[in-house]
């Protein structure tokens, strides 16, 4: 399992190395990356019995990160006024089946994934447009998946308490303390790239950290209620990409407004 993983991490961060270099393919990798989150997720949905819009929620999925990584955008605000045209599209397809049954199971369903992995994500490319992009994508990326890493590899050594066995049985006190020390580390290796103080930093990564745990957490909820193991099997030892990417749906939006808001 092991060296599934470490051969899976490899080739991921050799794809996101080639792909930072440029908006463009930030913008089209995240793009593939929803989509593979987004049917991960409603195919789990499917395997216990709830309805959505499957291909229908992928299709509005994709079109966010498209229009941003483009420059589609309407707006300063269009994400907002593009979510609620697609609710009245989901309600209007509602009113063509023949069955009410489920009507709100299918739409809340639907949209909750394009919120929560489509919107969530898309503020990678967003952080990649914003002046020092470079940089600040790669602290939110570093911290974050060094976290993930960290957790994994202290938990299997030391791990001996239990975090929250009802939500992740495999997942200690003592993996997420690990997780958290090298968030913090990854943050402050990123001091070349940015203009940021090792104070600024530091909290950063135990900040990052936190919340790359609780995506974690918040997954693998996800999976304890679907009762399954994975979101798939795609990448070896690691699983599917919504079990990739879980840890930055909330490191991603809140780094991007923690960023637009402080002064740098």
């Not at 239990?162 to 200690?172: A, C, D, F, N, V």
């Amino acid at each position: 399992m092991f060296l599934h993983r470490a051969f899976s991490s490899v080739v991921l961060i050799g794809l996101v190395s080639l792909a930072i270099f440029s908006e463009q393919a930030v913008g089209v990798t995240v793009t593939l990356l929803i989509i593979g989150g987004l049917y991960e997720f409603f195919l789990m949905l499917e395997k216990k019995g709830i309805s959505m819009y499957k291909y229908l929620g992928i299709g509005i999925g994709a079109i966010i990160p498209l229009s941003i990584t483009f420059h589609f955008e309407s707006t300063k605000k269009w994400e907002l006024l593009f979510m609620l045209l697609a609710l009245l599209f989901l309600i209007l397809m509602q009113f063509k089946r023949r069955k009410n049954t489920g009507a709100i199971v299918a739409i809340s369903t639907t949209i909750f994934g394009i919120l929560y992995i489509s919107w969530f994500l898309s503020f990678l490319i967003k952080i990649r447009f914003l002046d020092d992009g470079f940089g600040l994508l790669v602290l939110v990326l570093v911290a974050t998946k060094l976290c993930d890493m960290g957790s994994y590899l202290v938990g299997s050594r030391f791990g001996r308490t239990p975090l929250m066995p009802r939500i992740s049985p495999k997942k200690t006190v003592e993996g997420a303390i690990g997780g958290l020390v090298c968030s913090i580390a990854g943050a402050l290796l990123c001091h070349p790239l940015l203009n940021f103080d090792y104070a600024r930093l530091l909290s950063l990564g135990f900040g990052l950290g936190l919340l790359a745990e609780i995506g974690d957490l918040s997954e693998s909820l996800m999976k304890r209620d679907c009762e399954v193991k994975d979101s798939g099997s795609i990448f070896p030892g690691m699983g599917g990409v919504l079990d990739l990417v879980d840890s930055l749906l909330f490191t991603a939006p809140a780094f991007y407004f923690y960023i637009s808001i402080i002064p740098r």
